[in-house]
């Protein structure tokens, strides 16, 4: 009877003791489109979040203690990203990881900065993010629309030079910014377009829009926005008898682009930033993925990537508190999968460059010229 009593008084020792550790973990935010039409990228950042939290965790946590992953789904729409950053914000949250589209990662930063809670958004690519002096806690660790579209703009003026080319974008925050950052480097390398247009987001059928591109007698298409209307256009293209080059950004670097637009993914181009799963220094975490039955892809490893910063910012600074995390960020380089990373004083990472990949039998590699 007293070893019965023993081994009970020992469970429940050990139980108070574990929910002491739970209780005492330290909780961070992750935000993103867990619903809606691109859950693909919500999805890819959610993994990339866990990982890194199970591995931190792993390794002793942050400060001795756990992360727990607190997450809200902003569907990327700008009403309920706002709903979620203050929730986050009330939670008093040292640390978020989102938001994913640029529409909501933008007015989300507005309640962060207030509430001096740190966002580090691994996706949004809008200058405007990280342009105002005043929010000195928000943060990205992907590259920005004016860098990618130096590239994609350079890139089709070189390969295109004396052709027909037609800019398009669907009117959302990501979607006009790269399409006028493109344009405007490729204007400014000699090459000017012979349409620049818009489309609605979410239509089914974008045949008209279709019909006007074979009008002008374009060569290519310039397209800014997300992999669904990525893919419709693509393959309708294709369907319609238009054989003009497909460019785009950073949208198409997922399978579901692949997948859904059929034989009109076929030799798509677009930016994107470093293949970190093609990383050899990289190949320990990315088997972790692979054994879990997630590979990762997209936005992953840039998710992973986050959490590593803010997490040796913390062990640095030797504290959560948003504004000394905020300076160690700005000040130190972080170990990542990136490598070393560096943040500047608006909240960008220095030297993030884009690189041209296209699209070919399922796969996507980068180009060479």
């Known amino acids: ?155 089709l003026a070189k390969n295109f030079a004396g052709k027909r080319v037609a800019i398009a974008h669907d009117r959302q925050a990501y979607s006009q910014g790269i399409a006028d950052e493109t344009k405007k480097a490729m204007n400014a390398a000699g090459l000017q377009e012979v349409l620049f247009d818009t489309i609605t987001p979410g239509e089914k059928d974008y045949s008209a829009f279709v019909s006007k591109l ?10 800014g926005g997300y992999p669904i209307e990525a893919s419709l256009l693509a393959r309708q293209m294709r369907e319609q008898g238009l054989e003009a080059a497909f460019i785009s950004g950073d949208g198409l670097g997922t399978s579901e682009f692949w997948n859904a637009a059929g034989e009109g993914a076929e030799g798509a181009v677009f930016t994107f930033g470093p293949d970190l799963a093609a990383d ?19 936005y992953t490893l840039y998710a992973y990537a986050a959490l590593q910063a803010w997490a040796q910012a913390v062990a640095k600074a030797g504290t959560t508190d948003p504004t000394t995390v905020a300076a160690t960020l700005r000040s130190n380089k972080a170990d990542t999968v990136f490598g070393p990373v560096t943040f500047d004083q608006k909240g960008d990472v220095i030297g993030e460059g884009f690189i041209m990949y296209r699209w070919s039998k399922g796969k996507f590699a980068p180009l060479t010229g």
């Open 1 to 155: 009877m007293k070893r019965f009593l023993a081994i009970v008084t020992m469970a429940a020792t050990m139980a108070i003791a574990a929910c002491g550790k739970k209780d005492d973990a330290i909780e961070i935010g992750f935000a993103g489109p867990i619903t809606g039409f691109n859950a693909v990228f919500g999805e890819q950042m959610r993994r990339g979040a866990e990982q890194a939290v199970a591995d931190i965790n792993t390794a002793g946590g942050v400060l001795g203690k756990p992360l727990k992953l607190r997450i809200g789904d902003d569907v990327c729409d700008p009403k309920q990203a706002v709903a979620v950053a203050n929730q986050m914000a009330s939670a008093k949250l040292p640390f978020v990881l989102g938001h994913f589209c640029s529409g909501s990662s933008i007015p989300a930063s507005d309640v962060y900065a207030e509430a001096n809670v740190i966002a580090m958004s691994p996706g949004s690519t809008n200058p405007k993010l990280t342009d105002d002096p005043k929010k000195k806690t928000i943060f990205r660790i992907c590259g920005r629309d004016d860098a990618q579209g130096r590239v994609a703009g350079a890139w």
């Open 214 to 223: 074979k009008q002008a007698r374009i060569d290519a298409l310039y397209y």
């Open 280 to 298: 050899p220094r990289n190949a320990p975490i990315v088997q972790r993925f692979t054994a879990a039955g997630r590979p990762p892809e997209g």
